[in-house]
């Protein structure tokens, strides 16, 4: 857009560009203020930092973090998106702009939902309704706020690719959101392949859409086939995919998965616990008056449903934190079709039905509001931005170049170096640095108090900072000597 143009836009819809506004500003702080209070961690908002740094410096995507050591992220989950960030981190450094950024992309996605419900509904109160509910919505708030995830960027691409092919017939943008869907993360890639094929039910769009999906399918066999063999083999994981291999008891590859699944049914309800995890799906149905059901877009959700289930890490499977971000644009684009599905009905009925259909409008906002994130705003969730100064002054105490294990919540305030550890690994670093009431994991608080119990008696090393819960050790000089009868 042109600035004129932009000016125009603000001027016409000022009600949700103020409030769109009010809300970028609102939980750019709440990020800030959790950032700083030690609530984000080195699992996940470390590992796309050093991964962005890493790759500025000719060392694509590495980080130090997961189980084989310093290696490409890429080995774990192919994000190439991550690579139109990578510029911006020659001025904007750091796990902040990460946060920031990822603030502004869910932002940004309401612009596009807006618009299309604008388009679809001749009161412009509704397509407001759509943007608020989206933006109140519990399950992507819960997402945005657990450190930085390029899934988070998902609702705008998926909303972009729709608006520029259904409202605006703008076919090179079309593409271009499509492939930044794409590239988000491999099963993100399957997901999409399944919005074009749902695109192409509509004849004006099956052109665009057929070639979408074959982009699509070549992407994936490009991405499994190809890039992730690649990455695994650079870091010698071994070439199988990192959660195919979380089924290694099934089999070891997809086909023996499968038939040990044929001839242990009873087995694979066992493992996958259907019942609990479809109850989980009341978190984002029941916001919504489970009106996404009433169209056909809801169909897009099983895609993500079959590979969530199938995982065996609890979190994805419940589809908390941010692994929400594969359903979230599809419940929307549902919801918006069947409000517009409402809106023809009550037309046809001669507006008898419209003030039945528009309360229900109402009263999801007035749900949706009810179960904001509210616990955002209580103190207690910020209770340790007082230690803020107190670790920055214990980090000082630690040389640049010097090998630290520390816990994953302080990772993130630690200046980037080589040699760092995430604690329970100790990986005998020359510092090892913990707080007693931070957010201990992966380790529990027993855990940890057993190994600060454990360092004060150990001769390999001593306390050199003390402040309140938060203690730095450093290795002594003879834990540094070889012992005696070792060769030097």
């Known amino acids: 857009m042109h600035r004129g143009r932009i000016t125009a836009f603000y001027r016409q819809n000022l009600f949700f560009c103020n409030f769109l506004l009010a809300w970028s500003l609102l939980f ?16 996940d908002l470390s590992i796309f930092d050093y991964a962005m740094s890493s790759t500025l410096k000719g060392d694509i995507m590495a980080e130090p973090f997961h189980y084989f050591g310093w290696g490409s992220h890429l080995a774990i989950h192919f994000t190439p998106v991550l690579f139109f960030l ?6 904007f450094k750091g796990p902040l702009f990460l946060l920031y950024i990822q603030v502004l992309a869910v932002g ?4 596009p939902l807006y618009l299309i419900a604008k388009h679809k509904f001749p009161d412009r109160k509704i397509a407001v309704a759509a943007a608020f509910v989206f933006l109140t919505y519990r399950p992507l708030l819960t997402g945005l706020m657990y450190d930085f995830h390029p899934e988070m960027f998902y609702p705008l691409f998926i909303f972009a690719s729709y608006y520029f092919l259904a409202i605006r017939n703008k076919k090179t943008l079309f593409f271009l959101s499509i492939f930044l869907a794409l590239a988000i993360k491999e099963d993100f890639a399957v997901y999409t392949f399944f919005y074009c094929l749902w695109l192409a039910r509509k004849k004006e769009w099956k052109k665009s859409a057929a070639w979408a999906m074959l982009g699509s399918a070549l992407y994936i066999l490009l991405t499994f086939a190809v890039f992730i063999p690649f990455f695994r083999g650079q870091v010698q994981v071994g070439q199988t995919y990192e959660f195919i291999s979380k089924w290694r008891d099934y089999g070891h590859t997809p086909l023996e998965i499968f038939k040990h699944a044929l001839a242990r049914p009873l087995q694979l309800l066992k493992d996958l616990k259907p019942i609990a995890n479809l109850g989980h799906l009341a978190n984002y149905f029941l916001p919504l008056l489970c009106m996404p059901l009433g169209s056909s877009a809801a169909l897009l959700l099983l895609p993500p449903l079959a590979i969530g289930w199938g995982s065996r890490i609890p979190t994805m499977a419940s589809f908390g934190l941010h692994y929400g971000a594969a359903l979230i644009p599809f419940l929307f684009l549902a919801l918006l079709l069947t409000w517009q599905r409402l809106h023809k009905a009550a037309d046809k009925a001669h507006g008898t039905m419209r003030p039945c259909w528009q309360w229900l409008v109402v009263l999801i906002v007035l749900v949706n509001l009810s179960n904001f994130k509210w616990n955002l705003f209580t103190p207690g ?13 214990c980090l000082l105490q630690i040389p640049a170049a010097a090998s630290l294990a520390a816990q994953s ?3 993130p305030h630690i200046a980037k170096r080589k040699a760092i550890f995430m604690l329970p690994a100790t990986g005998e670093a020359e510092y090892i640095l913990l707080h007693l009431r931070l957010n201990p994991w992966p380790m529990s608080a027993a855990q940890l108090q057993e ?10 090393y001593s306390p050199v900072f003390s402040c309140g819960y938060l203690h730095l050790y450093k290795k002594t000089d003879q834990a540094a000597m070889p012992q005696s009868g070792e060769k030097r």
């Open 28 to 43: 750019s702080l709440l990020c800030t203020a959790q950032h700083f209070s030690f609530a984000t961690s080195a699992w």
């Open 86 to 91: 990578v510029p911006l981190y020659l001025v």
């Open 108 to 111: 940004l996605a309401a612009i």
């Open 381 to 393: 969730k910020y209770q340790f931005i007082h230690e803020y100064p107190s670790v920055k002054g």
């Open 409 to 411: 919540a302080l990772i």
């Open 451 to 460: 190994l600060d119990a454990s360092l004060r008696l150990s001769p390999k």
